[in-house]
């Protein structure tokens, strides 16, 4: 089981200042494998609310996580200040595929990388709707410079 | 963005169940993403701890994690009463990908799905090592019956 | 700075089994004190729910907690098997004040014995307004026997 | 139950940035009672050790919590940045109390305030020892200008 190569800084799009907390790291003195995941929900969630995208409230935006993943290259946790990337895989019809590498102070390559598929639901019915052009051109700010 | 067909109970070998709580709905009513990773490293700890695998203290196994996933196919969140089933989609040398099934009160199909890959490690050195024998018999439970 | 003595298993009026987890534990190899207080939130509302209050949803009554606490007798952490204890220390024209005791195994004194003080409150204004008298009587059930 | 009037920022002495994150939020909306706690902790942490207190690894000073508590003031949660204050309202032989308050944005009032009641152990013994006058005098910054 190699371990891939991890990312660089500049193969993201955006950048979010991330804390960490006393309780992130479990017994083993490293952040606990789950708070990654709590970690990246937070830096895109600022991100989209930086940019003006509504995603709490009864009229917000509800995106939903289809899959996540996380690929674990370099130890961090607790006292580590962390930079999150943000960058976009895939912009579909109603979904996109956002990834995520987490940079642990200075570090030029990724601590971790991960991703997560999202689908726009109707906030009723919670079936796929297609995202609204406003809001595409938002996310396409992530996409690959080409 | 089609979602895949959900596991069934029968595709798993162990079963763990698992309590949820209040905190892990976040502000959209059910359990936050991130919560499901932690459920899932719960119940392969207490699989290991109750399968005499010693998973803590100075010398214990170190079995990193490398790469975690998850698919998530139906809502969840407190105060469902849950169960993790597990299985083991690969046995190496010095590593293994466990997959969690997250069944949903008396659901015959997973809620979620998910996986880690880990690699034994030295403690001191956190070099990938051998699985040890009785280590691996403990483990190979968890394959599919053939 | 003596530590009081722990309260017994009697001297609660009803009893909620709790599953710890291994994120629980932090890098002191024992629960995180923040934890604590979330078991103690996820015992309260498994009760209430279990006596037919309803505190989720749009029409749900909603209990505001004013103040919590928290004492610690003796250490615990994942993998244990926790019973949490209930009752009413005061009930109020529209608060109340529950303490809450945590138990490891079958331990008969306290690791751990906690409080909220919760105020019932409109759902719109979020101003005070009276315990309902079919609420009120659910509640009783924890006050002590005199 | 009245609320009592809220701390300022002028009654404490050292002061922590802090970040919330999109799971703080509970199915309210709003940041969930135990998470505090969590902040709390994290705060104090960081202030040791930007202050050379070395509470982590196996040489390090092990201040056990044995009481804890939390007044809510106003409703805070994320998205909200937050500074904690620290300062300290008893300061013993082998243990002191520390006071936090949690300050919304440039909020000159507290939305939280809340304490930890600690004592320094042996790391062996988990006996109350004396704090060393290093340790004291570091700590003695969060006292109370007289």
Redo the contacts between chains.
């Keep these: 089981?190699k371990?891939p190569a991890a990312a660089n800084r500049e193969s993201f799009r955006a950048f979010v200042?991330?804390?960490t907390?006393?309780?992130d790291?479990?017994?083993?003195?490293h952040m606990?494998?789950?708070?990654?995941?709590?970690?990246f929900?937070?830096a895109l969630?600022?991100w989209q609310?930086q940019n003006g995208l509504d995603i709490?409230g009864p009229q917000a935006l509800?995106f939903?996580?289809?899959?996540?993943?996380?690929?674990?290259h370099a130890e961090i946790g607790?006292?580590d200040a962390l930079t999150a990337g943000l960058r976009l895989a895939h912009l579909?019809t109603?979904?996109y595929r956002v990834e995520i590498g987490l940079f642990r102070g200075d570090s030029a390559q990724a601590a971790a990388e991960g991703f997560?598929?999202q689908?726009l639901v109707d906030n009723s019915t919670a079936s796929p709707r297609p995202i609204p052009d406003a809001v595409r051109k938002t996310l396409s700010q992530l996409l690959p410079v080409t």
Tied chains: 1, 2, 3, 4.
């Design positions: 089981m371990r200042s991330l804390q907390r006393w309780a790291n479990d017994e083993y003195g606990n494998n789950a708070t990654y995941l709590s970690l929900d937070t969630s600022l609310m709490r509800r939903l996580v289809v899959e996540s993943g996380c690929k674990y607790f006292p579909g109603s979904s997560f598929a689908v």
